[in-house]
């Protein structure tokens, strides 16, 4: 059987990204080649892993052993501060590219700005290079705020992506309506909470049970139709299932 797919969100450049993805941290590298492995047996196609997380090898492992063919799926990693260069971002894609044992990804993005090194907008540029070279499909940010996209803005750059920490009691309103009126797709990270018990808010829970899913899924089921992308982390089969199908609820 088929598996179902979540849908798709289309960047900036055209590339299509889907919305709902597997997120791999703090994941090992050999729990990251079974996690990544299963998910997209299952149906995922989003996979986002970063040099800072240590599990490139892991996740470029299971791609592989998935079975699923590289054009089907979307890769995102991230890269450190000390590639924040013109050089330094080509540099670290092609690490990462060989730790992931890929020709290409098809999201890279400057893990954080970084204010206190002061070199995030010419590491900006260095990464439109990595795009024009071929190297990723689509180029973008981490945990920029208001202010570090401004610099960008006034350089003549506009990121396909900021990834950010965001769910229903971190909503960065101001952040998400920059990134509609600048055609930027939010990405949200740790989108059910950091153990701050976002999962037993009593509105959530009534609206699980009124809906008939988990709570975690009216949380996914809020970002997909806001039109964001989101990342959770599971590798626990039934809850990476029941993450993908948050797609098809409508809250």
């Not at 059987?1 to 597997?22: D, E, F, K, W």
């Not at 899924?217 to 993450?243: E, F, H, Y």
Request: glycine share 8%; hydrophobic share 45%; charged share 20%.
């Amino acid at each position: 059987m088929t598996p179902a797919l979540a849908p798709t969100l289309t960047l900036s450049n055209g590339v299509r990204m889907p919305q709902i993805g597997l997120g791999t941290w703090p994941m090992n590298d050999a729990q990251a080649a079974v996690a990544v492995a299963q998910a997209i047996r299952l149906g995922f196609r989003l996979i986002d892993t970063a040099e800072n997380y240590r599990n490139e090898e892991g996740v470029g492992e299971g791609l592989r052993r998935s079975g699923v063919a590289r054009d089907a799926l979307f890769v995102t990693t991230k890269f450190n501060r000390e590639w924040h260069s013109l050089a330094g971002p080509r540099a670290a894609c092609e690490a990462s590219l060989k730790r992931l044992d890929l020709d290409h990804v098809d999201l890279l993005l400057i893990h954080w700005p970084n204010p206190d090194q002061d070199r995030y907008v010419e590491a900006f540029e260095g990464l439109k290079r990595v795009l024009d070279a071929g190297l990723t499909r689509a180029i973008g940010v981490s945990n920029f705020k208001p202010a570090h996209l401004q610099r960008l803005f006034n350089a003549g750059f506009t990121p396909h992506v900021n990834q950010i920490q965001l769910d229903p009691n971190h909503r960065r309103d101001d952040l998400v309506a920059l990134h509609r009126a600048r055609g930027i797709v939010t990405e949200a990270w740790s989108p059910l909470g950091r153990g701050n018990g976002l999962l037993d808010e009593p509105l959530v829970c009534d609206l699980a049970a009124f809906y008939r899913v988990t709570p975690g899924q009216v949380i996914l089921a809020w970002d997909v139709a806001l039109g964001m992308a989101t990342c959770p982390k599971s590798s626990d089969p039934g809850r990476l299932a029941a993450n993908l199908a948050a797609a098809d609820i409508e809250l």
